[in-house]
C-alpha cells in the first residue's frame, strides 16, 4: 500500500495536534509534575551535578516508549479510519 501525501500529512497533523493539546492540559493540571517530568525526558534534572541518575534515565526511557506508542496508535487509528474513505 502506498501513502498519499497530503492524506499522511493531515493525518500525521492531526495526531501531533491531539498530542500538543493534551500535553497543555497535563501542564496546566500538573505543573510541578509536568516539570519533574520534563525534566526526565530531556535529563535536565541534575545540570549543576552534570550527571545523569539512573532512574531519572529509567523514568525518561520509559516516557519516551510511552509518549511514541500513544503517538503510533493514534495515529494508525486515524490513518486507518480516513483509509476508508
Known amino acids: ?31 510541578a509534575f509536568s516539570a519533574q517530568l520534563m525534566g526526565w525526558l530531556s535529563h535536565t534534572q541534575n545540570l549543576t551535578e552534570r550527571s545523569v541518575v539512573f532512574g531519572e534515565f529509567i523514568g525518561g526511557l520509559v516516557l519516551a516508549l510511552v509518549y511514541s506508542y500513544i503517538a503510533a496508535w493514534l495515529f494508525a487509528w486515524i490513518f486507518n479510519r480516513a483509509a476508508r474513505d
Do not use: D
Open 1 to 31: 500500500m502506498q501513502l498519499k501525501a497530503s492524506k499522511f500529512a493531515r493525518e500525521a497533523a492531526g495526531v501531533i495536534g491531539l498530542l500538543y493539546a493534551a500535553c497543555t492540559l497535563f501542564v496546566y493540571l500538573f505543573p
